[in-house]
Structure formats: C-alpha cells, structure tokens
C-alpha cells in the first residue's frame, strides 16, 4: 500500500475520482478492519476534494453512531428518520441534498455546511453504516459524486463483508 495519496492537480472531478477509486481499492483490500478502512476513506475523500466534512455513521443498537471523519467535531448519535442520515438509513437510498436549508430536518452539525451527499453502506439488505459528506458549497454533488462515491461504499462493504465470512 502506497502511504502518499496521489491527487491529480488539474482534472475534472471524474478524473479525480477515476484516480482515487483503485488507490482506495489498495488502501481496503487487505485490511479487515472496517474502522481503520473507513478512517483511511475519510481522510482520502478529504484531501482529495477539500470538503467541509467526510465521515461514516455506524448502525448501532438501533441509532447511527458517529465513526471516523476528517472535519470540524459533528453530532455523535442520529435516530432512525432523522436528517439527512437518518433518511438516507431509513430508505437505504443514496441521498443529495443540494441546499441543506431547504431540507426539513437537516441536522446543522456546521452552520458552514451548504449542501451534502449520503450513501448507505448496505450488507446483505441491512444498513450498516452512512457515508455523510458536507460542502462549503451550494449545489456541489451531482450523479458524478453519487456514482463514484457508491463506488467508494462498495469497496467498504466488500471488505467489510470478506470480514463478516472470516468470522
Ligand atoms: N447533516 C447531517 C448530520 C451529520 S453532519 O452533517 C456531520 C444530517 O442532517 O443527517
């Protein structure tokens, strides 16, 4: 595993992603542990693309419960339904919300945050984790961001589903 991230300077956001997904792939394929690989996601989607906020929400007993990130400290514990992570949990759908005063329900963890991305992490038709992305920016994710960062997730539960079979 290569211990430098190598991001493109000057290319489009679908290039940045094509670049990212196998040093991503390298970074998870070998590790079982899902904290470590959603720490290591973090901090690549971070310093890759300069987002306000990049972190994972665990399922557990019942209440999403904040994992590893890279950004300003967040809320530790959301319920089922609740904000953008709950909605995403409840009907296990990757959601875009394009400007997060408009969204009833928006858990404001940053008054900075502008728009942001969710995508459940599913397992065997079980959620078991969120990735949460928060913008600077209005408007910022678009079916680019939900195509390739369902890419990321899918790397996730790969692992974490090679994990669950050594168990
Ligand atoms: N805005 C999220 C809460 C988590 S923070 O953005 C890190 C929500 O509405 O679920």
């Known amino acids: 595993m290569a211990d430098t991230l190598q991001i493109l300077q000057h290319a489009d956001k679908e290039q940045q992603y094509l ?26 989607l ?7 906020w990049v972190g994972f929400y665990r399922v557990v007993n019942q ?20 904000g953008v992570c709950g909605k995403a949990w ?18 404001a ?3 900075l945050s502008k728009s942001e991305i969710v995508i ?4 065997r038709q079980q959620v078991v984790a969120v ?14 961001d939900r195509l390739y960062l369902q890419k990321v997730v899918d790397l996730l539960a790969h692992s974490f ?3 669950c079979l050594r168990i």
């Open 19 to 44: 670049n990212l997904l196998p040093q991503i792939a390298s970074l998870v394929e070998n590790e079982p542990d899902f904290i470590a690989n959603c720490a290591n996601i973090a901090a690549a």
């Open 46 to 52: 971070k310093e890759s693309f300069h987002f306000l």
């Open 63 to 82: 209440v999403l419960v904040l994992g590893p990130f890279q950004g300003p400290i967040a809320c530790t514990r959301i319920a089922y339904g609740k």
């Open 90 to 107: 409840q009907q296990a759908v990757p959601m875009i919300v394009p400007d997060v005063d408009q969204f009833p329900g928006h858990i």
């Open 109 to 111: 963890c940053s008054s």
């Open 120 to 123: 459940p992490l599913i397992i």
């Open 131 to 144: 990735l949460d992305i928060d913008s600077l920016l209005l408007n910022d994710f678009d079916d680019i």
């Open 161 to 163: 589903d090679a994990l």
